[in-house]
């Protein structure tokens, strides 16, 4: 069981993208940056964990670029976007990893771990065991056991999602709720 008092600057943080930092777009996708909206609080909330993890990564699933429905540009200008206001907020992340295979199976599509594989080998100092997946979905939970790691539920867009599951070690209803629980641990 994860215990937020164990934390120190030796985890990481892997944080899905759309419904947790972002206000996800129900049966679509966010196509452009004047899309991207980031949800209450999210901006100062990683600007608090910045100095609690050794490395923050976010994970992403995008199947509007395996469809076509949005270029790789519209992808990294969305990200442009969206680390230049967390920086700029004191925040940091790392880098951004992102999957547009449109096949289930593929090893990088959540909730296989292959994301997982690839920020472990461009930084070799995350230890999985010390690791903690924020997502909004059960498959980010899953990606995040598939990978050995913590799971923090955001009932972000799924409130009905039941807690307690197998997949699931904690739960919170933002990921600015999760950042109030470290900073008090």
């Not at 490395?55 to 992403?60: C, D, K, L, R």
């Not at 923090?152 to 699931?168: G, H």
Request: aromatic content about 10%.
């Amino acid at each position: 069981m994860l215990d937020l008092k164990q934390i120190d600057n030796s985890w990481t943080l892997f944080l899905d993208r759309d419904g947790v930092i972002n206000k996800d777009k129900n049966g679509s996708y966010i196509f452009n940056k004047e899309e991207f909206i980031f949800l209450d609080g999210v901006v100062e909330a990683i600007s608090k964990m910045a100095d609690l993890f050794h490395t923050i990564v976010v994970v992403t699933n995008q199947k509007g670029v395996g469809k076509g429905l949005m270029s790789l540009d519209d992808l990294h200008s969305i990200h442009h976007f969206m680390l230049d206001k967390i920086g700029s907020a004191g925040g940091k992340i790392h880098k951004i990893y992102y999957c547009s295979d449109l096949e289930d199976a593929s090893p990088n599509r959540k909730p296989n771990p292959g994301m997982a594989f690839q920020a472990k080998q461009d930084f070799p100092s995350i230890n999985f065991s010390k690791s903690i997946i924020v997502g909004n979905k059960l498959s980010d939970m899953k990606f995040g056991r598939n990978a050995g790691m913590f799971t923090v539920f955001l009932a972000t867009t799924n409130p009905e999602t039941v807690f307690p599951n197998e997949f699931t070690d904690l739960r919170f209803n933002t990921l600015a709720e999760f950042a109030d629980a470290l900073t008090k641990s």
